[in-house]
């Protein structure tokens, strides 16, 4: 029964989600502002491997120090037993 349960519990989300996601699709396309950055990304678009190059080589560098500030940490802590 608790499964049953939970499933008639998400049915009746169902028509408020897809009107939500419909409603946004509309703006997306139906509004003027919506189309703006419809066609901003889409001009944009071609930049989108740089961007997410670069997003990488920070992230990146950034796990690295905090893999070095991790490593420097369990140096001390193991010095300490």
């Known amino acids: 029964m608790g499964r049953r349960r939970k499933k008639d519990k998400m049915r009746k989300w169902y028509v408020p989600l897809t ?17 703006k950055a419809l066609r901003w990304t889409f001009e944009n678009i071609h930049r989108a491997p740089e961007s997410f190059l670069g997003w990488n080589e920070a992230a990146q560098r950034e796990l690295d120090r905090i893999q070095t500030a991790l490593n420097r940490v369990a140096d001390s802590l193991q010095a300490v037993r």
């Open 19 to 35: 009107l939500v996601g419909l409603s946004g699709l509309g703006v997306l396309f139906l509004t003027e502002r919506g189309r």
